[in-house]
């Protein structure tokens, strides 16, 4: 269960529902789906694992669109969820298990993912989402804990 103590309940459930939508348009690659959930500005950022960042919005499509056609299939499960909301900003961050088929054979992937989101006319909308891979080797698992 996430952690949302700073969160009304209303902002709460309208966030990991976004955030789900998120997951769900990766996973659909439906990338008019992904569209809807960002908030449109020029100021939106995407990092996704060992890309350079993403500064606009016809860039960012174009990343989607990019990502979507690499893979056959993608399947994503959220863990390590947490969620701050301070006024009009939101931090989600989670670990994304990425299972995926692509020319190279089933893939599995650990990505640590922070997601900030805006309160906007319209509602809550994503603004950044940053996705790192997340450390696997014992040493460093360690090392930060």
Same mark, same amino acid.
């Given at each position: 269960?996430?952690?949302?103590?700073?969160?009304?309940?209303?902002?709460?459930?309208?966030?990991?529902?976004?955030?789900?939508?998120?997951?769900?348009?990766?996973?659909?690659?439906?990338?008019?789906?992904?569209?809807?959930?960002?908030?449109?500005?020029?100021?939106?950022?995407?990092?996704?694992?060992?890309?350079?960042?993403?500064?606009?919005?016809?860039?960012?499509?174009?990343?989607?669109? !990019? %990502?979507?056609? &690499?893979?056959?299939?993608?399947?994503?499960? $959220? +863990?390590?969820?947490?969620?701050? @909301?301070?006024?009009? !900003? %939101?931090?989600? &961050?989670?670990?994304?298990?990425?299972?995926? $088929? +692509?020319?190279?054979?089933?893939? @599995?992937?650990?990505?640590?993912?922070?997601?900030?989101?805006?309160?906007?006319?319209?509602?809550?909308?994503?603004?950044?989402?940053?996705?790192?891979?997340?450390?696997?080797?014992?040493?460093?698992?360690?090392?930060?804990?």
């Amino acid at each position: 269960m996430p952690d949302t103590s700073t969160a009304s309940t209303n902002d709460t459930r309208a966030l990991l529902r976004l955030n789900r939508a998120f997951y769900d348009a990766f996973q659909a690659m439906d990338e008019d789906a992904m569209e809807r959930i960002w908030a449109g500005r020029d100021s939106d950022i995407s990092v996704h694992p060992c890309w350079p960042t993403i500064h606009t919005q016809a860039d960012a499509r174009a990343s989607w669109q !990019t %990502a979507f056609a &690499c893979s056959g299939f993608v399947q994503v499960t $959220l +863990s390590d969820t947490t969620l701050e @909301i301070t006024g009009d !900003t %939101a931090r989600l &961050c989670c670990t994304e298990r990425l299972h995926s $088929l +692509s020319e190279h054979g089933p893939q @599995i992937r650990t990505v640590r993912s922070t997601n900030i989101f805006v309160r906007t006319p319209s509602g809550w909308r994503l603004t950044l989402h940053h996705g790192s891979p997340a450390a696997t080797h014992p040493l460093l698992v360690s090392a930060v804990n």
